[in-house]
T-cell receptor, first 110, second 114 residues
Framework: GESVGLHLPTLSVQEGDNSIINCAYS??????FIWYKQESGKGPQFIID?????DKRQGQRVTVLLNKTVKHLSLQIAATQPGDSAVYFC?????????FGTGTSLTVIP | GAVVSQHPSWVICKSGTSVKIECRSL??????MFWYRQFPKQSLMLMAT?????????EQGVEKDKFLINHASLTLSTLTVTSAHPEDSSFYIC??????????FGNGTRLTVT
């Protein structure tokens, strides 16, 4: 199986600063990872993914870093904006099933 | 990107009635669809996995006779909450995958049973 944990349940950042959200997983055989953003009352929205053959992947204002040695995953959001306020959680593919972290609630202070 | 449509977005029903929630993949064929339940400030709890044309696989503790899942085509899965009770009130979310792409989620259905 797999267990997934997020390091901080809440995170507050100033608008314009960078945000870093972390996730830890337990199964070293897990090979596919996804970050989702969930706004209140909505379903999760895909942000970025990464496979285990990569350490880093960049999107628009977002970067995902994967450290397989310590089984750690992070999401970096550059120049955080008020519209980035949401709950972020990672999903880890273990076997045929995705396992989800409990989420970090990001609040952007204007 | 891939779009998953879930309907209705919210529903209020009386105790004892049944409610059907639809999940459609709009621009891809979903070989597998997943149904989740989410409580406030908690993560997604997988209820069942459905594959097109076969019976759904339910997670431990989920009553298959209460939460009926039908995956009749590669673009549609339905979840029917039968004989709903107030404790069934929750946020239900579906997701879909074609095995070559990440999971894409519907926008969820807020079910309130009075």
């Amino acid at each position: 199986g797999e267990s997934v944990g997020l390091h901080l349940p809440t995170l507050s950042v100033q608008e314009g600063d960078n945000s870093i959200i972390n996730c830890a997983y337990s199964n070293s055989a897990s090979d596919y990872f996804i970050w989702y953003k969930q706004e209140s009352g909505k379903g999760p929205q895909f942000i970025i993914d990464i496979r285990s053959n990569m350490d880093k992947r960049q999107g628009q204002r977002v970067t995902v870093l994967l450290n397989k040695t310590v089984k750690h995953l992070s999401l970096q959001i550059a120049a955080t904006q008020p519209g980035d306020s949401a709950v972020y959680f990672c999903a880890v593919l273990g076997g045929n099933q995705f396992y989800f972290g409990t989420g970090t609630s990001l609040t952007v202070i204007p | 990107g891939a779009v998953v449509s879930q309907h209705p977005s919210w529903v209020i029903c009386k105790s004892g009635t049944s409610v059907k929630i639809e999940c459609r993949s709009l621009d891809f064929q979903a070989t597998t669809m997943f149904w989740y339940r989410q409580f406030p400030k908690q993560s997604l709890m997988l209820m069942a996995t459905s594959n097109e044309g076969s019976k759904a696989t339910y997670e431990q503790g989920v009553e298959k006779d209460k939460f009926l899942i039908n995956h009749a085509s590669l673009t549609l899965s339905t979840l029917t909450v039968t004989s709903a009770h107030p404790e069934d009130s929750s946020f239900y979310i579906c997701s879909a995958s074609d095995n070559n792409s990440p999971l894409h989620f519907g926008n969820g259905t807020r079910l309130t049973v009075t």
